[in-house]
């Protein structure tokens, strides 16, 4: 009843998408999938198994940054030399928490940034800019991961759409980063909260030219914190404005009122705490640069 | 040959090659699929049961509910619990209907065919709520349900009381009086699960005559097939219970009668085998679960630390069925009775009918709650009095000799010494970093004592024309090594090689009367019944080998299959040489006893099951470390000082304290199942219900334990038990440690980040707290 | 509708036709009798159900036998070579880091893995590499020791 491709390349991946649109199941690492077909229903009227796919699992560099194919697993991000270098060490860090060891061999970064809910790939990715590179037998197109998620469960992939890559630019020079996930088990546990920070300095280093900051578990999708940045942009780096911007950081998040996981006064209390943490290591990190 | 050598469990080899064959992997010709449908509310009247589409559907054989079996109640002392619910459903979870089908898929999907109409009733999840006066009866027949035991006749006047028990020892109203200081906590613990990994399964078999054969992971053979015909009114003889020789774990999880009945009921209906198997998440909402407790403890303590006076109030919350939480009841007060000399004690255990999973056995058997909370409250008056934790400990121990409070004399010791030990080693009393920027650093210690069960144990022993020597226990080896323990214990007394020991399959057909494994007690009654079962094979052995060898029965002595005169040694005969075969039919062999088979029954002395004057220690020591900025807690240091009398495997008693502590911690630091407003466990699957992983337990260097031997001459070669008592004091050693790093008492448990950082920002204030981080911060990255 | 696989399983090549929405572990359990991988959650929560796939641990209970098409398994049956214990089995015994024993097929693997790729791995790497493998017997104890002796023997 249901049916099961496998294709070998990238175009034959699109064309089935096309014929078979909302019907279809992409099947990457299946670490959820299976799940959903397991234990909720899930009956999809063909699965396109994604996997194998050589086009789709690499980690590249160029001048410009680096690019990840949408089957790469995580397992790989967590120590591929491109992924542990420098500002995108978060990537690793982030996938070396994510899971288990045996969910990180099968998992992938396109399979949990679709995932949108509470994807954990995403929280460095969206520090560090990251865009979406999405294909279809109508072409290509490129979003913002920023722009990706629609809402809790959901993307703007479109029903005919593949994830073909996700693409990070290289920083500028005077710049750091710093990811933090906090759960109650040091394994097989989702976040409480993941946070990941990203600051670029000026030349001084002493002046925020750019700040980005991405969390998870605390709304519905990933998400940017918006006023937390603007509160940064253009000032002074120091303790107290660190201080300041996690305050704000507490208030912007919203988390879900009902959770059994945290409460939503914890997760704030976690907010301030560990954005300011994660603040400070980036700053730490962008200062280090001036020395390298 | 056999005791005190720490040999490597006799069946760890099938288990690292995957030969192992649990019950989980057994299949039968011809066999079915049996899935579970159940209650979606936690209290309901059935209005009405429609299985006739999932009796049409493809692959289905036939679907059984309460109709099938309208009287069919069970219970261990309170026969309380139907097959299927009756006319209401009573938790989350309940059965209601089953389904025998030819495959998993067509019997889950027939479930979903399955109509029940259901009128909500109000329901009880709160047990205070439950027993408060004017609250509705959640059994209603109460009164009129089945008992087996004799329980407590106290009748409180009070709604949903399943069981009470009450110890009284002198005046305690007037020792509050005549005490110095008088101090009163309240202790509260969450409801958690026993997580054996191999899911709960059965599967059973019936024959025209309506003999039925269930394999089963159980870990109490006997009483669930005295459960299962005591529910379908069918005599002993027709109920074989097989457990397969490796079972994945037990915790108390696999007490009493679990995925059998409908195993039963639906072989019966299908005329062939059926195979219930349960899921995770059935095992974490339909099975039971650790009685979440609300203890009061009152003391009336001296100046001096003397505990005059103490009166403890628990509430087990209970859940919708007794299950063998009736028991846990009277039990599970050990843990408050079993350490402490206190000349006026009274303690009064409610157990409370609520709407929600069952709570049944679960490793402490109750008491782990309740040392919680004494071992809480050792700290926190010692704390008034301005008196060190140990010494005060100290001070109120019961030594050998004295009489507990429930009058049973003392007949072992152990306490002090594993105390003072778990104090030495964890570097009691010797300064240590303590501030570490927004880190605290503290030390807690907590004495865990364990008395144990002592029921009734049959064994058998025979010895074969090739010396092997075979062994039949209803013993079922949970991983806990009972088979290596039995085995060790039967090539101590024949002084033979354990390879020559053969432990026989679980089989109530074969193997006799076990009351299963719980209770600390598998070493104790086991080891005593295989040992006298063995000194009675020896005797017929020897009473062959005395004709043969022209000597008298004393002076005869064995080892490795020969045996000898004790002081002619060159005059001895083999084992082998004992056996003749039928020359015609070249048949046999036999000896002149025929058979030679030796049996035994060890039954505790007069009629108390309890073994209240013999009692197990774990002293554990622990050092903390409390991130106040998040209320996380790492485990720095753990060490665990058990005395389990003699050690017959000092190896498996040292994976018992391991695995003891890790449960612990679980408990203490990490796991709950937690309850929505409509009753409903909203985690039962392991990412939210959170056991250690190996990156949530101490490092190797960082855990010490060791193994103090106090012989309990009543014991087998001086053995008590070990099982449980590794696991109980924990929570309350982390608690202490955490009060002495941060100075905040935590009274419930798993003392979740959550938890503890919210303790900190009340009883602190939120300005202490990020005060002192933030001074802990400033500078450091 | 079945779609036909091939599946290399300790080194034996198996040909089968499956439904599409078998999980990997059903398959190796079911129609290949490899028993020896357990069921704990079915849900890639507990690592009972660890298998080498290619080389690298993975829950089999998440993985569709029909992805796992002209793949590698190793189960803990293919381990033993000729009746030789591979120094993980020989230390797993040898520590009494098996009790009830239901973990300890998925455990081993992946440690095998572990020490496959970091032949000398610290206790931290070892915790890490087991990380995914719950066990509520043992508390990791003498598993990790185990780990850390089959290490030094060169496993």
């Known amino acids: 009843m249901v049916e099961y491709f496998k294709p070998s390349s990238v175009e034959e991946a699109c064309s089935l998408l096309d014929r078979f649109k909302e019907g279809a199941l992409i099947l990457a690492g299946g670490t959820d999938v299976v799940l959903d077909i397991r234990y909720n229903g899930l009956r999809p009227r063909c699965l396109i198994s994604i996997s194998n796919l050589e086009g789709l699992k690499y980690i590249r560099g160029d001048e410009n940054g680096i690019r990840i194919g949408a089957a790469t697993t995580i397992a790989a991000l967590a120590k591929h030399p491109l992924t542990t270098r420098g500002c995108f060490n978060v990537i690793a860090e982030a996938a070396r928490c994510f899971g288990s060891p045996q969910i990180r061999n099968r998992a992938t970064v396109g399979g949990n940034i679709c995932r949108a809910g509470c994807s954990d790939i995403a929280v460095p990715l969206l520090a560090l800019d990251a865009t979406v590179n999405l294909v279809s037998i109508r072409g290509e197109r490129t979003v913002p991961l920023s722009r990706f998620f629609a809402g809790g469960g959901r993307t703007v992939r479109a029903p005919d759409e593949l994830v073909k890559e996700v693409a990070v630019n290289n920083p500028p020079p005077l710049s750091g980063s710093a990811y933090i996930r906090f759960s109650y088990r040091r394994s097989l546990d989702l976040p409480i909260i993941g946070i990941c920070s990203y600051l670029a300095l000026d030349s001084d280093l002493s002046r925020v030219v750019d700040?980005?900051?991405?969390?998870?578990a605390v709304?519905?999708?990933?998400?940017?914190?918006?006023?937390?940045e603007s509160s940064l942009m253009g000032k002074e780096a120091s303790d107290h404005l660190i201080d300041e911007a996690a305050k704000i950081a507490a208030e912007e998040i919203q988390p879900r009122a009902d959770s059994y996981r945290a409460s939503p006064s914890y997760r704030r209390a976690l907010a301030y705490v560990l954005t300011k943490q994660c603040l400070m290591k980036a700053l730490a990190a962008a200062r280090e640069k001036r020395l390298s | 040959m056999g005791i005190k050598k720490s040999i490597p469990p006799i069946d760890a080899l099938e288990k690292v090659t995957g030969r192992a064959k649990y019950c989980f992997d057994m299949k039968l010709q011809g066999m079915l699929y049996g899935k579970v449908k159940r209650s979606p509310h936690p209290h309901a009247r059935i209005t009405g049961i429609d299985t006739s589409k999932a009796e049409s559907h493809a692959g289905v054989w036939c679907v059984v509910t309460a109709k099938d079996y309208p009287q069919a109640y069970y219970g261990l002392g309170l026969s309380d619990q139907p097959l299927f619910a009756q006319d209401v459903v009573r938790y989350v979870g309940e059965p209601v209907a089953a389904v025998a089908a030819e495959s998993e898929r067509a019997a889950e999907e027939a479930l979903?065919?399955?109509?029940?109409?259901?009128?909500?009733l109000p329901a009880y999840l709160n047990p205070e709520e439950a027993i408060s006066p004017g609250a509705q009866p959640i059994h209603p027949n109460y009164s009129r349900y089945k008992r087996e035991y004799v329980t407590s006749d106290l009748d409180l006047g009070l709604p949903n009381v399943c069981n009470v028990y009450q110890v009284k020892k002198g005046d305690v109203e007037r020792g509050f009086l005549e005490a110095d200081l008088v101090v009163e906590s309240r202790f509260t613990t969450a409801m958690i699960a026993q997580c054996p990994l191999e899911p709960h399964v059965a599967i059973a078999d019936v024959d025209l005559e309506g003999n039925i054969t269930i394999w089963t992971n159980t870990q109490t053979p006997y009483r669930v097939k005295h459960q299962l015909c005591q529910m379908l009114r069918i005599p002993r003889h027709k109920v074989r219970i097989i457990v397969p020789p490796h079972v994945g774990g037990g915790f108390g999880n696999r007490v009493n009668m679990k995925a059998e009945g409908i195993a039963a009921a639906l072989a019966l209906k299908a005329k062939r085998p059926v195979?219930?198997?349960?899921t995770r998440e059935e095992v974490f909402t339909s099975t039971t679960v650790r009685h979440p407790y609300i203890v009061y403890i009152k003391d009336g303590v001296r100046k001096d630390?003397?505990?005059?006076?103490?009166?403890?109030?628990?509430?087990?919350?209970?859940?919708?069925?007794?299950?063998v939480g009736y028991l846990v009841t009277s039990a599970g007060s050990w843990g408050a009775t079993a350490a402490y000399d206190i000349p006026s004690f009274h303690l009064l255990a409610i157990r409370a009918y609520t709407n929600h999973a069952v709570g049944g056995a679960y490793r402490g058997f109750g008491a782990s709650q309740l040392q919680f909370a004494v071992e809480s409250q050792m700290d926190i008056v010692a704390e008034k009095l301005g008196i060190d934790p140990v010494e005060l400990r100290l001070r109120n121990l019961l030594d050998r000799g004295e009489e507990n409070v429930e009058g049973k004399r003392l007949l072992t010791t152990g306490a002090k010494t594993c105390l003072l030990r778990a104090a030495e080693l964890i570097g009691w009393g010797k300064p240590f970093e303590k501030v570490k920027g927004g880190l605290r650093r503290g030390r807690g210690i907590a004495l865990g004592a364990r008395q144990f069960v002592r029921t009734a144990s049959s064994a058998v022993v025979r010895v074969l024309d090739d010396e092997t020597i075979e062994v039949w226990s209803s013993a079922t080896d949970l991983g806990q090594g009972a088979r290596t323990i039995i085995a060790q214990i039967a090539a101590e007394e024949f002084k033979a090689p354990l390879s020559s020991v053969k432990v026989r399959t679980v089989d109530t057909d074969v193997t006799p009367f076990e009351?299963?494994?719980?209770?600390s007690s598998t070493t104790f009654k086991v080891g005593q019944a295989v040992r006298l079962a063995c000194l009675d094979a020896k005797k017929q052995l020897f009473d062959i080998a005395a004709k043969r060898l022209d000597a008298c029965v004393e002076d005869l002595d064995m080892e490795n299959g020969k045996i000898f005169v004790k002081y002619e040694p060159e005059r001895s005969i083999r084992v082998s040489e004992l056996f003749t075969y039928i020359p015609v039919m070249r048949a046999g062999p036999f000896s002149e006893y025929g058979e030679i088979i030796g049996r035994a029954t060890f039954t505790p002395k007069g009629e108390d099951y309890t073994a209240k004057e013999a009692v197990s220690y774990s002293a554990q020591a622990v050092e903390v470390e409390v991130d106040v900025s998040t209320g996380s807690v790492r485990i720095l240091k753990l060490v665990n000082v058990v005395d389990p009398g003699t050690p017959i495997n000092p190896l498996l008693v040292e994976a018992q304290a391991e695995g003891g502590m890790c449960m612990g911690i679980g408990a203490a630091l990490l796991e709950e199942l937690k309850l929505d407003k409509q009753g409903r466990i909203v985690n039962p699957d392991f990412t939210d219900y959170k056991i250690p992983t190996a990156l949530d337990v101490p490092t190797l260097g960082d855990v010490i334990v060791e193994v103090i031997e106090t012989p309990y001459e009543q014991g087998p070669y001086g053995a008590k038990g070990i099982g449980e008592v590794v696991t109980m004091p924990t929570a309350a050693a982390i608690a202490n440690a955490i009060f002495d790093a941060v100075g905040v008492r935590l009274t419930h448990i798993p003392m979740t980040p959550q938890r503890i950082y919210e303790a900190l920002a009340k009883e602190g204030g939120a300005h202490r707290v990020l005060k002192e981080y933030e001074d802990g911060l400033g500078g450091e990255v | 509708m079945n779609y036909d696989i091939t599946l290399t399983v300790n080194g034996r090549r198996y040909k089968l036709g499956v439904d599409p929405l078998r999980t990997l572990v059903e398959v190796l359990r079911e129609d290949l009798?490899?028993?020896?991988?357990?069921?704990?959650?079915?849900?890639?929560?507990?690592?009972?159900?660890?298998?080498?796939?290619?080389?690298?641990?993975?829950n089999s209970c998440l993985i569709l036998a029909v992805e796992a098409d002209?793949?590698?398994?190793?189960t803990i049956e293919g381990l033993s070579k000729d009746g030789t214990l591979h120094p993980l089995q020989e230390a797993f015994v040898k520590y009494g880091a098996v009790q009830c024993g239901y973990c300890t097929a998925g455990m081993i693997l992946s440690a095998k893995a572990l020490l496959d790729e970091n032949p000398n791995p610290s206790e931290l790497d070892i915790r890490e590499a087991i990380s995914g493998n719950l066990c509520r017997c043992t508390g990791y104890a003498k598993i990790v020791k185990a780990i850390l002796e089959a290490a030094r023997k060169g496993a």
């Open chain 2, 275 to 278: 195979k219930v198997a349960f």
């Open chain 3, 70 to 74: 002209g793949s590698s398994i190793l």
């Open chain 1, 211 to 216: 700040a980005r900051i991405a969390m998870n």
């Open chain 2, 515 to 519: 009351t299963g494994q719980a209770g």
């Open chain 1, 219 to 228: 709304a519905p999708t990933p998400i940017r914190l918006k006023n937390t």
């Open chain 3, 33 to 58: 009798g490899f028993t020896g991988v357990k069921v704990g959650c079915g849900k890639g929560e507990c690592g009972a159900c660890t298998i080498l796939l290619n080389g690298k641990p993975v």
């Open chain 2, 112 to 120: 979903h065919l399955i109509e029940v109409g259901y009128e909500e």
């Open chain 2, 305 to 323: 630390g003397r505990i005059i006076a103490r009166y403890i109030k628990v509430i087990l919350d209970g859940g919708a069925y007794a299950d």
